[in-house]
């Protein structure tokens, strides 16, 4: 594999350290730095980078702009950094959050505008995230990544959901989503087209622990229908999205209640295995199981059994998914009844729960 070329627009007391972290061992060229937005689409041109790296310390949301208008023009993949110490200076809880939900707001908002991943900015000397930052980097280099025009952020929370209640419907469908690498976006674009979907939505997304709030604080901004974070023993409600938290897998109990819990441990916690059993065990026939863009193969698995257990399945393509290792994991297995672009999963979800209703 050829060395990585990467650009990185950061702001101008942080950049010469990026700079310095990202070219240490020489398996990375930085091929061009700036602070000024109004760059970047000529270094783009000029220097043909490979990948982004996109500071979030840019002054008055300049980096998701830079990468809305990135994605928009020429598209490559773009890892966005965050300071969770800055941040912590301002009122956070020690853990990289405050009570102003800025920091996971702003890398959840990163992700939206096209972002393939969020994660901490390296400490100036410290050399193990300096070698943490430059692994991702070689990493993301290859995803895939597709155009994404540019458009007005949503409105306000549960965007423009409207019940569409029927008296006769007898069954409740459940719809369990699972995402990692380049998840958000995808999420927010399927959920974005459930409008009036009167189905449990069931969310599982490989998170950095310090981004989960504001993950959801992004989806119920963007989805049709509203979202809230899972809670354990709450009740699975018809019409609502409900989000794994952090480190807890999410199931759904035989009494369609939500259950939280650190078991099994495994690589993926939360797992889309672990949720996408327990509503094939639960729902059946009644269950819509949905497989989005990521690396490795959780969720394979459990859509399969989700399929055997007679319900709807749906993987993310190749062309449409940032990275093609969980959906194309499930498509091997036989997994996937159907292999969509991401602009057909929504439509292909409200069929699957209308088949249900009927």
Known sequence: MTTPRVLVVAPEGVRPGL???LGTDR?????GHTAAPAD???????EQPDMIVVDLGLPSGAARRVIAEIMAGTPLPILALEDPVGQRAAGGDGNGWNGS?????????????GAVEVMDRPAPGDPVAAARLRRRAEILRGVSVIRRPLRAAAGGPGGGWHPAGSAGWTRT???ALGASTGGPAALGTVLGGLDGVRATVLIVQHLHPDFVEGFVTFLARVAAIPVHLAVDGARAEPGIAYVSPSGMHLRLGPDRRLRLGSEPASLYRPSADVLFRSVA???GGDAVGVLL???GDDGAA????????????IVQDEASSAVFGMPGAAQRLGAASQVLPLDRIARAVTRGVARVAT
Do not use: C, F
């Open 19 to 21: 700079v310095t972290a």
């Open 27 to 31: 398996r990375i060229k930085v091929v």
């Open 40 to 46: 970047v689409a000529d270094l783009i041109q000029r």
């Open 101 to 113: 939900a800025r920091v996971t707001t702003t890398g959840a908002e990163a992700l939206a505008a």
């Open 173 to 175: 469908p459940v719809v």
């Open 281 to 283: 065990d639960v729902a």
């Open 293 to 295: 863009t990521g690396m």
């Open 302 to 313: 459990g859509l399969l059994a989700i399929r055997q257990a007679g319900g709807s399945t």
